[in-house]
């Protein structure tokens, strides 16, 4: 009961819904004059980045330019030095912490595949289902039918009906990759955060990602951060260079690539 | 800045001491039984101590001996030349005494034979003629103390202390040993009230002249408990010839208290005035009394100027006595964040360093504390020296166990604090029992050595204890030793490089997992010379470590993990605060608000005081 | 479902028979058969059991928190003494005019300590119903203020068990004051009855453990419904990877609070229940060293499977019972050796040893996790 009552003003009740959120004019994410630095280096600076609602973007640049510490922002995990960072017009995500800016709307894929070991596969994307998350109703929770279908849509999505009943620590590296984006799937996101989905996949693997990365886009605005360009290229209407925590350039691949600050970044150093 | 019990304790013979330990002990025994030693005082505390230890032998030899020549024994050489100046101006005094006297006919005859046989007015001049050498000082008292015996048989005089069946005799001038006697064997030196007085006189003129500045205190000190106009024109007289400061300020300050008796007003006002300088008790119980109402509620001191003046001096004192005691709370409070923090800065390595969550940390402090024990036990009679030699025992034995521990247990359990927390807990509990069964369940008594016990009065209303001078100097001295093994030393920057990133020294070819087992043993064993410092104010048992354990952490913590001067500065402040607590709260409300405070402090701040920054802290 | 849920679901069986036939079958040997018959159980051995029972309860509460939320409490005594004190205070109000000060209103300590009448968080406790409420809501409310300060702040890992072990460390001191109003030093004992019945005798021991035994029995079956809820399985996630759990959406601080409010409650429970069969609660209840024993128990028994820690709580005191009247010195070496063995050689406990003797290959990550 005191849990119940404590969880009202911070929990999920009080959150916006994902319909709410206000793309009318464009972009769905608004970052503008983003600064964080750690003990005196600059991990972003004055970074300013728009993305446009169902886009498919795709953020590349040397390490250190910025790329985890930029999801890190939007994502509530770090709260910058000065700036702001909107979800479309009226959500001021600097005031929301993780798990309110995830029912928001917002959904992140870890560098490192991050699922639960101990769980399921089919465990793993129960916990992700968009439900009511406050403890109460968690401990009450049955799959309804529909729900159930969800599951199971999502996991003939990532193609592991067959291992649904496997522990999620037991999967290849790679499945565990798919596990993972199933997991965002089974949030509904608006905003999908894709870093480096492709790290130790075959090349099989890699294709059928890319085909499933363009078939989201439209439904989600997906950033996908990567380092093989070959894939970006496979992917990629846009594109965004970071470095030294701002953005150098923007452009599709073709123009990136020719940029001679580009080359000059990762060529010359 | 030595205060006048300390110096007149050390130099008191062992045998003696344990009867001296009360601060208040007899003014008298003490100064019969350091007369024939001379000062050593104007040295400072340090020396003092680092001669007591390691020449102590050859300071106690003549002490306990004390024998035939009366003034040139007890001193070594190194104090001779000092006390050679000092019996040169008391023989100087004695001679313009002597030649302001007129010579009399049967002064040539031996005085102690007329002090034995003679009459009263013989006796009288008899004393007169002693009180002119110092050396005669003991005899002179044991004669007001009605302690000086005539031996019949042999028709000499002795001091003598009553025993069971009679006397037990010491020669008067020598103090050599003059075997037992029953009792019809002596007959008492009687006195009478005309001698009394001048016997006081003589003594209190003796010791006033006395070479050791620590006698001439007390003599004032004893006058001013009982002072008359005698002993006012013997003060005021002397007060000319003093050259130490606090005798002089002691004396003024017994002429001033007469002062405020006196007819005329403007001494007593000028006494007020003079004396709202002083901190002095008995100047506060004389202003005190001067602003009091008697029982019909009539002021005692008619004098209304006067009462207003005493007033404000009391004022005045009190101000200065607050801050008094807000210095000793803080001295209190550094000292025992001296103990936290001796306790935390072995853990701040393991810990903090390290990341490892040692919870025999506690019991490596027990083994120090047990490692003194046995030390001590060892060297009976060197107690001191035991003490010191104990510091790199303490560390040799905890370092070498903690070695034992790290490449026992806890290097499998690298990266899993939560069970290497379990198995070192599991290790304290072995080590505590091993005690239990080895030694006893038993507190043992660790002895404090002589320079460490009492304290320092600086004046009536500050004085600070010596242990825990010692213990805050102490936990300084591991403190900026650490920190310069950890600046310095190749171990060091080993240490320092593997706790920042691991995988890089090893490619850099530092034996990782000798750096952490060296590591590992120089925090325990930094808990085992903390363990020597705690058997110096606590009981040494099985259980010592376990007091101990929470509060360290909750230093290393509060400090801010991997900052050896958070741990500092944690340590001091929660140590203050609670001291300053105590006196509001008690003893334990005081240290369960402090962990209350803790614990909501790293609620709020989990990194403590002094967070490391910087990705490598995110993680 | 699965295999291992079979297995699981078969040990579960025979774990709560044993647990039954303890409950039903000791006091009916107690009280049925004479007291030579080779059948009857002394009420030694009845209130031994009841202790040990109330042991398993505590290890249970224990285990949700440690083996499933991995949240190392190193403080859990605190709610355990504090539960056993509520319940210690109805009793003493129990005691009426039969003190040895004969003062119907207060305690004899009370009397003995100059006090005039009763402190006003004395109130309600001559009442039975309100007493076994505060026995719930004391250790909960604790744990929910203390809980909700350190979760919220993400206090994790090896801080917070130190600050859990802190926190019991201060109440202990708070306890040994006399000030506190709950008998310092000595604690609250002498007890008479409860609910009207002699406190001393067979049957009411007899029915104290039954009382034990099914709280046992509907604890381990609440806790297993808990943790095979989704809730159960946002904590073991939260266990394994926090902050995935809370970009999934979840405020993880309040899960975790949810199980450690919950475990602080039925420690509670469980303290309430040992107070009137050992008769006695003092301060001592507190020290950070019956916490950490809460702990072996559970780590030999093999956490995050519950009736690991039954197994373990009954196994360890046992062999404390055992030993402490053997070699009482040796009881010290074999619980810190115990932690050293348990931790180094066998990370899943009894448990874990037995299933690896059933299928050699280790398939469970899943109960060892690495909560850190």
Redesign the interface.
């Given at each position: 009961m005191m849990i119940s009552a404590a969880s009202t003003p911070e929990g999920g009740a009080s959150l916006p819904l994902t319909g709410e959120v206000d793309a009318r004019h464009g972009p769905i994410l608004y970052m503008e004059d983003v600064s964080v630095s750690f003990d005196g280096f600059r991990a972003l600076n004055h970074l300013s980045l728009y993305i446009d609602d169902g886009e498919l973007r795709c953020l590349i640049g040397p390490n250190g330019a910025g790329k985890t510490t930029l999801m890190d922002v939007i994502t509530g995990k770090t709260k910058p030095d000065s700036g702001s960072v909107f979800f479309g017009q009226t959500i001021d995500l600097l005031e929301l912490d993780e798990p309110a800016i995830a029912q928001a709307g917002i959904c992140r894929k870890f560098q490192k595949p991050s699922v639960f070991d101990a769980l399921t596969v089919f465990e793993n994307l129960e916990l992700a289902l968009k439900t009511d998350k406050r403890t109460w109703p968690t401990l009450f929770h049955k799959l309804n039918g529909e729900q159930r279908d969800r599951i199971h849509d999502v996991l003939q999505t990532i193609a592991l009906p067959a291992q649904q009943r496997q522990l999620a620590g037991a999967l290849s590296h790679g499945q565990k990759q798919w596990l993972e984006i199933g997991m965002l799937l089974m949030q509904d996101p608006k905003v999908m955060l894709v870093d480096e989905p492709i790290a130790g996949m075959t090349h099989q693997e890699v294709e059928r990602t890319a085909e499933l990365l363009l078939s989201l886009q439209g439904k989600h605005s997906i950033v996908v951060v990567e380092h093989d360009m070959e894939f970006v290229r496979s992917i990629a209407r846009k594109v965004t260079v970071l470095h030294e925590g701002s953005v150098l350039t923007e452009g599709t691949m073709d123009e990136v690539q020719n940029d001679p600050r580009v080359i000059q970044v990762y060529l010359g150093g | 800045m030595q205060s006048q019990r300390f110096r007149t304790r050390l130099k008191t013979p062992p045998g003696l001491r344990p009867a001296d330990r009360s601060p208040k002990n007899s003014l008298l025994s003490m100064m019969t039984t350091t007369s024939t030693q001379t000062g050593i005082e104007t040295r400072g505390v340090f020396k003092r101590l680092f001669e007591l230890v390691f020449l102590n032998t050859v300071r106690r030899e003549p002490v306990a001996g004390l024998s035939a020549q009366p003034g040139s024994n007890g001193t070594s050489a190194v104090d001779r030349s000092g006390w050679l100046i000092r019996i040169g101006l008391v023989l100087l005094i004695a001679a313009a005494a002597m030649a302001a006297r007129p010579v009399l006919a049967d002064e040539t005859g031996n005085p102690l034979d007329l002090l034995r046989q003679g009459s009263m007015s013989e006796r009288e001049q008899a004393v007169e003629q002693l009180a002119a050498d110092s050396a005669n000082l003991k005899l002179l008292q044991a004669l007001q103390d009605g302690k000086l015996f005539e031996l019949k048989a042999e028709a000499k005089l002795a001091i003598g202390l009553e025993t069971q069946t009679g006397y037990s005799l010491t020669d008067p001038i020598s103090g050599a040993s003059l075997g037992e006697v029953e009792r019809g064997a002596v007959g008492k030196i009687n006195l009478n009230n005309k001698l009394r007085t001048l016997l006081r006189k003589a003594i209190g003129q003796l010791q006033l002249n006395h070479a050791d500045p620590a006698v001439r205190l007390g003599a004032v000190q004893a006058m001013a408990k009982n002072v008359d106009d005698k002993a006012l024109a013997l003060l005021k007289d002397h007060l000319d010839h003093e050259a130490d400061a606090e005798i002089v300020a002691a004396i003024r300050s017994v002429l001033l208290l007469q002062d405020i008796n006196s007819p005329d007003k403007s001494q007593r006002v000028n006494a007020i005035t003079t004396l709202k300088e002083f901190d002095s008790q008995d100047a506060v119980n004389k202003l005190q009394a001067l602003t009091e109402k008697d029982a019909d509620g009539n002021f005692v001191e008619a004098d209304s100027d006067i009462r207003n003046l005493a007033e404000a001096a009391l004022i005045k004192i009190r101000g200065r006595m607050q801050a008094y005691a807000a210095i000793e709370t803080v001295f209190f409070g550094l000292s025992l964040g001296a103990v936290l923090v001796l306790a935390a800065i072995g853990l701040a390595i393991t810990f903090g360093v390290m990341g490892i969550?040692n919870m025999a940390h506690g019991e490596l402090m027990m083994l120090g504390a047990y490692t003194t024990y046995v030390m001590q036990q060892l060297l009976p009679n060197n107690l001191g020296t035991a003490l010191i030699l104990s510091i790199p025992m303490a560390f040799l034995v905890a370092a070498l166990v903690g070695i034992a521990i790290e490449r026992g247990?806890i290097r499998?359990?690298y990266?899993?604090?939560?069970?290497?927390?379990?198995?070192t807990?599991?290790?304290?509990?072995?080590?505590?029992?091993?005690v239990?069964?080895i030694f006893s369940p038993l507190n043992r008594s660790v002895a404090t050595p002589d320079w460490m016990s009492g304290s320092w009065q600086i004046n009536d209303f500050l004085s600070l204890t010596w242990n825990r001078f010692y213990i805050l100097i102490f936990c300084l001295l591991v403190f900026t030793a650490l920190l310069q093994i950890l600046k310095r030393t190749k171990l060091g920057l080993e240490v320092r490089a593997v706790a920042q990133n691991r995988g890089m020294a090893r490619a850099m070819g530092i034996p990782t997992s000798r750096v952490d087992a060296m590591t590992f043993g120089l925090g325990s064993g930094i808990a085992g010379v903390a363990g020597v410092a705690l058997s110096q104010i606590t009981n040494v048992g099985p259980n010592l470590g376990?007091a101990y354990i929470?509060d360290s952490?909750?230093v290393v913590?509060f400090g801010g993990v991997g900052n050896l001067f958070g741990t500092l500065v944690a340590g001091f402040s929660l140590g203050i605060a609670n001291k300053v607590l105590e006196p509001y709260a008690g003893a334990?409300?005081a240290?369960?608000l402090v962990?209350?405070f803790?614990?909501?402090f790293?609620?709020?701040k989990?990194r403590g005081l002094f967070p490391q920054?910087?990705?490598a802290a995110?993680s | 479902m699965n295999l291992q849920n079979l297995t699981q679901d078969k040990t579960y069986a025979s774990v709560l028979l044993a647990l039954a036939s303890v409950t039903i079958l000791i006091p009916f040997c107690n009280l049925i058969f004479p007291e030579d018959s080779a059948l009857h159980f002394s009420a030694y051995s009845v209130s031994l059991i009841g202790k040990y029972l109330t042991f398993a309860l505590l290890g249970l509460s224990l285990d949700m928190v440690w083996g499933y939320a991995g949240i190392l409490v190193l403080g859990q005594g605190a709610f355990f003494a504090l539960g056993g004190y509520a319940m210690g205070m109805y009793l003493m109000r129990q005691i009426g005019t039969r003190g040895v000060y004969g003062n119907a209103e207060l305690p004899d300590f009370m009397v003995f300590l100059n006090w005039t009448e009763l402190p006003w968080y004395w109130y309600g406790f001559e009442n039975f119903g309100f007493s076994m409420l505060m026995v719930l809501l004391a250790p909960g409310l604790l744990a929910f203020v203390f809980g909700w300060l350190a979760f919220r702040s993400r206090v994790t890992g090896v801080y917070l068990s130190i600050i859990t072990q802190a926190l019991t460390y201060a109440l202990l001191l708070a306890f040994f004051r006399n000030e506190m109003g709950f008998g310092g030093n000595n604690g609250l004992t002498d007890f008479k009855d409860i609910l009207g019945f002699n406190i001393q005798s067979e049957a009411v021991r007899s029915v104290l453990l039954l009382m034990t035994g099914l709280s046992l029995i509907g604890a381990l079956l609440l806790c297993r419904w808990i943790v095979n809820s989704k809730l159960g399985r946002v904590v073991t996630a939260i266990r394994d990877q926090e902050s995935r759990v809370r970009f999934l959406g979840y405020r993880v601080e309040l899960f975790k609070l949810w199980v450690f409010v919950f475990a602080a409650m039925l420690a509670g429970l469980a303290g309430a229940l040992y107070v009137p069969q050992v008769g006695i609660i003092n301060p001592s209840e507190f020290s950070p060293l019956n916490s950490l024993e809460i702990v072996i128990w559970v780590a030999v028994g093999g956490r995050g499977t519950l009736y690991g820690a039954i197994i373990g709580a009954v196994l360890v005191n046992y062999a404390k019972t055992v030993l402490t009247g053997l070699m009482p010195d040796a009881w010290l070496f074999c619980l810190g050796g115990a932690f050293i063995l348990v931790t180094l050689l066998m990370p899943d406990g009894i448990v874990g040893l037995l299933r690896r003797r059933i299928k050699p290959k280790p398939t469970l990550n899943a109960t060892g996790g690495q909560p850190a």
């Amino acid at each position: 009961m005191m849990i119940s009552a404590a969880s009202t003003p911070e929990g999920g009740a009080s959150l916006p819904l994902t319909g709410e959120v206000d793309a009318r004019h464009g972009p769905i994410l608004y970052m503008e004059d983003v600064s964080v630095s750690f003990d005196g280096f600059r991990a972003l600076n004055h970074l300013s980045l728009y993305i446009d609602d169902g886009e498919l973007r795709c953020l590349i640049g040397p390490n250190g330019a910025g790329k985890t510490t930029l999801m890190d922002v939007i994502t509530g995990k770090t709260k910058p030095d000065s700036g702001s960072v909107f979800f479309g017009q009226t959500i001021d995500l600097l005031e929301l912490d993780e798990p309110a800016i995830a029912q928001a709307g917002i959904c992140r894929k870890f560098q490192k595949p991050s699922v639960f070991d101990a769980l399921t596969v089919f465990e793993n994307l129960e916990l992700a289902l968009k439900t009511d998350k406050r403890t109460w109703p968690t401990l009450f929770h049955k799959l309804n039918g529909e729900q159930r279908d969800r599951i199971h849509d999502v996991l003939q999505t990532i193609a592991l009906p067959a291992q649904q009943r496997q522990l999620a620590g037991a999967l290849s590296h790679g499945q565990k990759q798919w596990l993972e984006i199933g997991m965002l799937l089974m949030q509904d996101p608006k905003v999908m955060l894709v870093d480096e989905p492709i790290a130790g996949m075959t090349h099989q693997e890699v294709e059928r990602t890319a085909e499933l990365l363009l078939s989201l886009q439209g439904k989600h605005s997906i950033v996908v951060v990567e380092h093989d360009m070959e894939f970006v290229r496979s992917i990629a209407r846009k594109v965004t260079v970071l470095h030294e925590g701002s953005v150098l350039t923007e452009g599709t691949m073709d123009e990136v690539q020719n940029d001679p600050r580009v080359i000059q970044v990762y060529l010359g150093g | 800045m030595q205060s006048q019990r300390f110096r007149t304790r050390l130099k008191t013979p062992p045998g003696l001491r344990p009867a001296d330990r009360s601060p208040k002990n007899s003014l008298l025994s003490m100064m019969t039984t350091t007369s024939t030693q001379t000062g050593i005082e104007t040295r400072g505390v340090f020396k003092r101590l680092f001669e007591l230890v390691f020449l102590n032998t050859v300071r106690r030899e003549p002490v306990a001996g004390l024998s035939a020549q009366p003034g040139s024994n007890g001193t070594s050489a190194v104090d001779r030349s000092g006390w050679l100046i000092r019996i040169g101006l008391v023989l100087l005094i004695a001679a313009a005494a002597m030649a302001a006297r007129p010579v009399l006919a049967d002064e040539t005859g031996n005085p102690l034979d007329l002090l034995r046989q003679g009459s009263m007015s013989e006796r009288e001049q008899a004393v007169e003629q002693l009180a002119a050498d110092s050396a005669n000082l003991k005899l002179l008292q044991a004669l007001q103390d009605g302690k000086l015996f005539e031996l019949k048989a042999e028709a000499k005089l002795a001091i003598g202390l009553e025993t069971q069946t009679g006397y037990s005799l010491t020669d008067p001038i020598s103090g050599a040993s003059l075997g037992e006697v029953e009792r019809g064997a002596v007959g008492k030196i009687n006195l009478n009230n005309k001698l009394r007085t001048l016997l006081r006189k003589a003594i209190g003129q003796l010791q006033l002249n006395h070479a050791d500045p620590a006698v001439r205190l007390g003599a004032v000190q004893a006058m001013a408990k009982n002072v008359d106009d005698k002993a006012l024109a013997l003060l005021k007289d002397h007060l000319d010839h003093e050259a130490d400061a606090e005798i002089v300020a002691a004396i003024r300050s017994v002429l001033l208290l007469q002062d405020i008796n006196s007819p005329d007003k403007s001494q007593r006002v000028n006494a007020i005035t003079t004396l709202k300088e002083f901190d002095s008790q008995d100047a506060v119980n004389k202003l005190q009394a001067l602003t009091e109402k008697d029982a019909d509620g009539n002021f005692v001191e008619a004098d209304s100027d006067i009462r207003n003046l005493a007033e404000a001096a009391l004022i005045k004192i009190r101000g200065r006595m607050q801050a008094y005691a807000a210095i000793e709370t803080v001295f209190f409070g550094l000292s025992l964040g001296a103990v936290l923090v001796l306790a935390a800065i072995g853990l701040a390595i393991t810990f903090g360093v390290m990341g490892i969550i040692n919870m025999a940390h506690g019991e490596l402090m027990m083994l120090g504390a047990y490692t003194t024990y046995v030390m001590q036990q060892l060297l009976p009679n060197n107690l001191g020296t035991a003490l010191i030699l104990s510091i790199p025992m303490a560390f040799l034995v905890a370092a070498l166990v903690g070695i034992a521990i790290e490449r026992g247990i806890i290097r499998f359990l690298y990266g899993r604090p939560l069970e290497t927390l379990l198995a070192t807990f599991g290790v304290s509990l072995f080590l505590q029992q091993a005690v239990r069964s080895i030694f006893s369940p038993l507190n043992r008594s660790v002895a404090t050595p002589d320079w460490m016990s009492g304290s320092w009065q600086i004046n009536d209303f500050l004085s600070l204890t010596w242990n825990r001078f010692y213990i805050l100097i102490f936990c300084l001295l591991v403190f900026t030793a650490l920190l310069q093994i950890l600046k310095r030393t190749k171990l060091g920057l080993e240490v320092r490089a593997v706790a920042q990133n691991r995988g890089m020294a090893r490619a850099m070819g530092i034996p990782t997992s000798r750096v952490d087992a060296m590591t590992f043993g120089l925090g325990s064993g930094i808990a085992g010379v903390a363990g020597v410092a705690l058997s110096q104010i606590t009981n040494v048992g099985p259980n010592l470590g376990q007091a101990y354990i929470v509060d360290s952490f909750m230093v290393v913590v509060f400090g801010g993990v991997g900052n050896l001067f958070g741990t500092l500065v944690a340590g001091f402040s929660l140590g203050i605060a609670n001291k300053v607590l105590e006196p509001y709260a008690g003893a334990v409300l005081a240290k369960i608000l402090v962990l209350v405070f803790i614990i909501l402090f790293i609620q709020k701040k989990p990194r403590g005081l002094f967070p490391q920054k910087g990705r490598a802290a995110e993680s | 479902m699965n295999l291992q849920n079979l297995t699981q679901d078969k040990t579960y069986a025979s774990v709560l028979l044993a647990l039954a036939s303890v409950t039903i079958l000791i006091p009916f040997c107690n009280l049925i058969f004479p007291e030579d018959s080779a059948l009857h159980f002394s009420a030694y051995s009845v209130s031994l059991i009841g202790k040990y029972l109330t042991f398993a309860l505590l290890g249970l509460s224990l285990d949700m928190v440690w083996g499933y939320a991995g949240i190392l409490v190193l403080g859990q005594g605190a709610f355990f003494a504090l539960g056993g004190y509520a319940m210690g205070m109805y009793l003493m109000r129990q005691i009426g005019t039969r003190g040895v000060y004969g003062n119907a209103e207060l305690p004899d300590f009370m009397v003995f300590l100059n006090w005039t009448e009763l402190p006003w968080y004395w109130y309600g406790f001559e009442n039975f119903g309100f007493s076994m409420l505060m026995v719930l809501l004391a250790p909960g409310l604790l744990a929910f203020v203390f809980g909700w300060l350190a979760f919220r702040s993400r206090v994790t890992g090896v801080y917070l068990s130190i600050i859990t072990q802190a926190l019991t460390y201060a109440l202990l001191l708070a306890f040994f004051r006399n000030e506190m109003g709950f008998g310092g030093n000595n604690g609250l004992t002498d007890f008479k009855d409860i609910l009207g019945f002699n406190i001393q005798s067979e049957a009411v021991r007899s029915v104290l453990l039954l009382m034990t035994g099914l709280s046992l029995i509907g604890a381990l079956l609440l806790c297993r419904w808990i943790v095979n809820s989704k809730l159960g399985r946002v904590v073991t996630a939260i266990r394994d990877q926090e902050s995935r759990v809370r970009f999934l959406g979840y405020r993880v601080e309040l899960f975790k609070l949810w199980v450690f409010v919950f475990a602080a409650m039925l420690a509670g429970l469980a303290g309430a229940l040992y107070v009137p069969q050992v008769g006695i609660i003092n301060p001592s209840e507190f020290s950070p060293l019956n916490s950490l024993e809460i702990v072996i128990w559970v780590a030999v028994g093999g956490r995050g499977t519950l009736y690991g820690a039954i197994i373990g709580a009954v196994l360890v005191n046992y062999a404390k019972t055992v030993l402490t009247g053997l070699m009482p010195d040796a009881w010290l070496f074999c619980l810190g050796g115990a932690f050293i063995l348990v931790t180094l050689l066998m990370p899943d406990g009894i448990v874990g040893l037995l299933r690896r003797r059933i299928k050699p290959k280790p398939t469970l990550n899943a109960t060892g996790g690495q909560p850190a």
